[in-house]
């Protein structure tokens, strides 16, 4: 059995948001941060597949294409702290 797979390829364009903070680490100079971000690419379109077996077209599930992601990090000042 054979299987290929036919795609178109598209630009997708979308967009990102976040929002984060640092916080000096009680009176040392240990700073941490933390910082959330969301992705969307919007909409993926179906790819089609055929089966040159039997010749039947089948079509994988499109969907929304999203990422999230949570950073976090430490990091040291050397040198006085005011």
Not at 9 to 28: I, M, Q, S, V, Y
Request: proline residues 2%; aromatic residues 12%.
């Amino acid at each position: 059995m054979r299987i290929n797979s036919i795609t178109t390829p598209a630009d997708h364009f979308g967009w990102a948001a976040g929002a984060g903070g640092e916080l000096r680490l009680g009176a040392t100079n240990w700073i941490g941060r933390v910082e959330y971000l969301h992705y969307d690419f919007g909409t993926i379109e179906r790819a089609r597949t055929y089966d040159n077996g039997n010749g039947q077209l089948l079509f994988d599930k499109g969907g929304r294409q999203t990422i999230d992601v949570v950073r976090g990090g430490v990091s040291y000042k050397f040198g006085a702290m005011p």
